[in-house]
């Protein structure tokens, strides 16, 4: 399985940009679905989450306030509107989905845990973003 991401370009500091997430053959609607990119020498990043049960979100501090996540089921179709932008932005981003989990935090009693990039699946080819200043 491996998820089509796409809507990357290039585009200037404060600029917007949004990326969609599919699969013509795979149903998202069941699985909770995640952004992440990795920039030039760095680490993949985890930068935000929607869950499939109630679309409720979570995201990294580095965009908080500036990309929102989104989904459509109708189109089996994730999204990352990006605002914002700034250099730092600048690297290839991908979409994955959770292996059999709803939510982005799962719950036990007095604990929670927060999903991270190895409870995803389905890494494609990603998309370039590149934002100049």
């Known amino acids: 399985l491996q998820l089509v991401t796409s809507g990357g370009g290039q585009v200037q500091a404060g600029g917007s940009l949004r990326l969609s997430c599919t699969h013509p053959?795979?149903?998202?609607?069941?699985?909770?679905i995640g952004w992440f990119r990795q920039a030039p020498g760095k680490g993949r990043e985890m930068l935000s989450c929607?869950?499939?049960?109630?679309?409720?979100?979570t995201y990294a501090d580095s965009v908080k306030g500036r990309f929102t996540n989104s989904r459509d089921n109708a189109k089996n179709t994730a999204y990352l509107q990006m605002n914002s932008l700034k250099s730092e932005d600048t690297a290839v981003y991908y979409c994955?989905?959770?292996?059999?989990?709803?939510?982005?935090?799962?719950?036990?009693?007095?604990?929670?845990?927060?999903?991270?990039?190895?409870?995803?699946?389905?890494w494609g080819q990603g998309t370039q973003v590149t934002v100049s200043t």
């Open positions: 994955a989905v959770t292996r059999n989990l709803h939510e982005c935090i799962v719950y036990s009693g007095p604990y929670h845990y927060v999903l991270k990039d190895v409870d995803f699946g389905g």
């Open positions: 053959g795979f149903s998202m609607d069941s699985h909770a």
């Open positions: 929607i869950s499939s049960r109630d679309d409720s979100t």
